[in-house]
């Protein structure tokens, strides 16, 4: 890349979204043409063309691209051509007859052909993304290209010239297009999200260093086992049968929940629910499961331990400090609450806050978007999924150019007539 591609100087404007390329775009005006000679002319509109529509393209490829044709379409009214046949207008000719001020029809604005130099270049796989509003430039949107972030009919394509056709369909991954979009981060999210990539990368250390201790521990285990088991194995006690203390444990929890004197609150109701649904998830797995093992263990002795702090019974005192509790909670939420609660909700679920990401969350537009904002006719765009389907190509129609371009109708007919001459 040069090192002034966005100079102050020499004003030239590129396909990017940067702010100093803004400036540039609102510094842009028509040429001083006065002392110039034809030649310069056509250089200098050439030179300044070419600076925005296919910067990345070197100029012998460009020259192979370069077609003279203009490709254009008139709008005619379908209403008038179910009613005539067109011998209407032969009507009066060479006999004097005048057709009345009130019925002649507006003529049309004239039609920008030389607004369609640079069409050949909105078919390029990089520029559609750039138009499609799925990078911050077309060389950004060259290197998701390279680096295989981009699908063309659900094929991964990985060249950034790739000429697109009629109903072709291009896709880009969500998170480049984020990342493209969405505002960079500040000094103290980058230094938030490096503290968060250091602890862990820490922790996943630490549990690769412990998982070998524990395998090395287990192994010895395993071995010193093996050697005493033939000694011990007659004088050795049963195992209790992990299953069995479950099923007992389902049981107690079904008669708690199904006793109706035992005054249980609701949040013991809830964890004595969660509780038959893990044992219930344990016990449909088949005898024959080996993950019945010391974490089991662990966790049944969890469930006992709160299925009995559950059933023990409640005292008068704590009893009376619920009632006391319950009377001093605080009135239910009015309808207007509970929806701006849920649509906060829904914000916070959607568009969370994430320091692992490589941009600003919650998620938010780029700064200076506002101006580019803007999708050709030629594409329909679906922002929910990051894909595009390339129409058609662009024509010109009397008084508009579909290719998008910030210079005017002088500025690229001196462009055509260089390139025109050197075909």
């Known amino acids: 890349?040069?090192?002034?591609?966005?100079?102050?100087?020499?004003?030239?404007?590129r396909q990017t979204w940067n702010k100093y390329n803004l400036y540039n775009l609102s510094l842009l005006k028509t040429p001083n043409v006065g002392e110039k000679t034809y030649f310069q002319q056509k250089w200098g509109a050439k030179a300044s063309t070419r600076a925005y529509h296919g910067e990345q393209i070197r100029e012998k490829q460009w020259q192979r691209m370069f077609k003279r044709h203009m490709p254009?379409?008139?709008?005619?009214?379908?209403?008038?051509?179910?009613?005539?046949?067109?011998?209407?207008?032969?009507a009066g000719r060479g006999s004097g007859l005048d057709i009345p001020p009130l019925d002649k029809s507006k003529p049309l604005p004239r039609t920008p052909y030389m607004n369609m130099v640079f069409a050949p270049t909105e078919r390029r796989l990089d520029t559609a993304i750039f138009r499609a509003l799925f990078a911050?430039?077309?060389?950004?949107?060259?290197?998701?290209?390279?680096?295989?972030?981009?699908?063309?009919?659900?094929?991964?394509m990985i060249y950034p010239g790739y000429f697109l056709n009629p109903g072709?369909?291009?896709?880009?991954?969500?998170?480049?297009?984020?990342?493209?979009?969405?505002?960079?981060?500040?000094?103290?999210?980058?230094?938030?999200?490096?503290?968060?990539?250091?602890?862990?990368?820490a922790s996943e250390?630490?549990?690769?260093?412990?998982?070998?201790?524990?395998?090395?521990?287990?192994?010895?285990?395993?071995?010193?086992?093996?050697?005493?088991?033939?000694?011990?194995?007659?004088?050795?006690?049963?195992?209790?049968?992990?299953?069995k203390e479950l099923t007992s444990l389902l049981s107690r929890a079904k008669s708690m929940l199904a006793d109706p004197k035992d005054t249980l609150s609701a949040k013991r109701k809830q964890d004595l629910r969660a509780f038959q649904r893990t044992l219930k998830r344990t016990l449909s797995r088949t005898s024959t499961s080996t993950s019945l093992t010391d974490d089991l263990d662990a966790q049944l002795l969890e469930l006992t331990s709160k299925l009995s702090l559950s059933s023990s019974p409640s005292s008068p005192s704590l009893s009376s400090t619920s009632q006391q509790s319950q009377q001093q909670q605080p009135e239910e939420l009015s309808s207007d609450d509970k929806r701006a609660l849920r649509l906060a909700l829904e914000a916070a679920r959607e568009n969370p806050i994430d320091a692992t990401k490589p941009y600003a969350t919650p998620w938010r537009p780029r700064p200076y978007m506002s101006a580019f904002a803007f999708i050709p006719r030629y594409l329909e765009v679906n922002q929910s999924v990051c894909s595009a389907v390339y129409l058609r190509h662009p024509v010109a129609r009397p008084g508009l150019g579909e290719v998008p371009t910030p210079f005017n109708i002088e500025t690229n007919q001196l462009a055509f007539n260089w390139y025109l001459r050197r075909r």
Request: net charge positive; no cysteine.
């Open 1 to 13: 890349m040069r090192r002034k591609f966005h100079g102050l100087k020499k004003t030239k404007v």
């Open 72 to 90: 254009s379409v008139v709008p005619m009214d379908h209403r008038y051509l179910a009613q005539h046949d067109g011998s209407e207008q032969a």
């Open 136 to 156: 911050s430039s077309t060389r950004q949107a060259r290197q998701f290209v390279t680096h295989g972030a981009v699908r063309v009919n659900g094929k991964s």
């Open 168 to 201: 072709d369909m291009f896709q880009v991954e969500p998170e480049r297009v984020l990342f493209a979009t969405g505002a960079p981060k500040d000094k103290k999210e980058r230094r938030a999200g490096r503290k968060l990539s250091k602890n862990s990368s």
């Open 205 to 243: 250390d630490a549990a690769v260093i412990e998982s070998e201790q524990t395998s090395e521990a287990s192994d010895t285990a395993t071995t010193t086992a093996s050697s005493e088991s033939s000694d011990n194995s007659i004088h050795a006690p049963e195992p209790p049968d992990s299953k």
